[in-house]
């Protein structure tokens, strides 16, 4: 009996299930992608005609033009704040340079001798009763005599210049008290005998240097022009205006004296 080689079932095995393809996972998108995405976006619509940067870097362009009174107010805070930042660097770099000066200078004045005979000619009649003084009533400070006594000298030397210069009211009254400490130190100092000499002429150099630092005092007293009376118009007040009389009819011979 032939056999049928179509026959279903026949020779073949039939499977139970038909292997199904698994979907493929969609592709990550790469790490930071989205935030470089909107980042680009932003910088786009930023840069439009009325984006935030345009119109930030049309003000920065027309700042010339418009002057700092008028320039926009975001440019006139940055360019004032760092001015500011500018003059307060510049102001510490130059306070280290002064400070370090002055150290140098007050840790050099050591060498200088006080309370002998350093100097000599008129002088020395104001500078050694100062010098005398200082050494004398300075033994139990932490700092050494002669830098007592070139804060001294500087002191008088800034209260003479700046007060010739500026003419400020607080400078004039460190002068003031600079002059009455030396004269002061001259009288304790001076022997009794050359006292009052010694002291007089302290008070005549003194009082002719204060030519010059009180350059422009005066005690008269300042009078200016007086305040214009202020005078307040009402318009709702009306004061009526009446017509002048009529003048009488005179005779045409009135004043003559030969008249009838």
Request: charged share 15%; net charge positive; proline share 9%.
């Amino acid at each position: 009996m032939p056999t049928n080689d179509n026959a279903p079932g026949h020779n073949r095995q039939e499977l139970a299930y038909l292997p199904v393809p698994f979907p493929k996972a969609p592709p990550k998108p790469p790490r930071f992608a989205v935030l470089r995405e909107g980042v680009r976006d932003w910088w786009n619509r930023a840069w439009d005609v009325d984006g935030v940067l345009y119109e930030m870097w049309d003000d920065v362009l027309s700042a010339p033009e418009d002057g700092l009174r008028y320039m926009a107010p975001w440019l006139r805070a940055a360019l004032t704040t760092a001015g500011v930042a500018f003059v307060v660097l510049m102001a510490k770099a130059a306070g280290e340079v002064v400070l370090q000066a002055l150290h140098q200078i007050l840790t050099a004045v050591p060498k200088v001798q006080v309370g002998v005979d350093t100097s000599s000619g008129v002088a020395s009649v104001v500078d050694q009763p100062v010098r005398t003084y200082i050494a004398q009533h300075s033994a139990g400070l932490p700092v050494a005599a002669s830098t007592v006594y070139t804060l001294w000298l500087l002191t008088g030397i800034v209260g003479l210049v700046l007060g010739c210069l500026s003419r400020n009211n607080g400078v004039r009254a460190m002068w003031t008290a600079w002059g009455a400490a030396t004269v002061f130190m001259v009288w304790t100092t001076t022997p009794q005998a050359s006292r009052s000499v010694a002291a007089g002429l302290a008070v005549l150099a003194w009082t002719f240097l204060s030519a010059f630092a009180m350059r422009g005092l005066t005690l008269r007293r300042h009078v200016g022009a007086g305040r214009p009376a202020k005078v307040t118009v009402k318009p709702e007040i009306h004061v009526p205006v009446q017509p002048p009389a009529p003048a009488a009819e005179q005779h045409p011979h009135s004043g003559c004296p030969f008249r009838n």
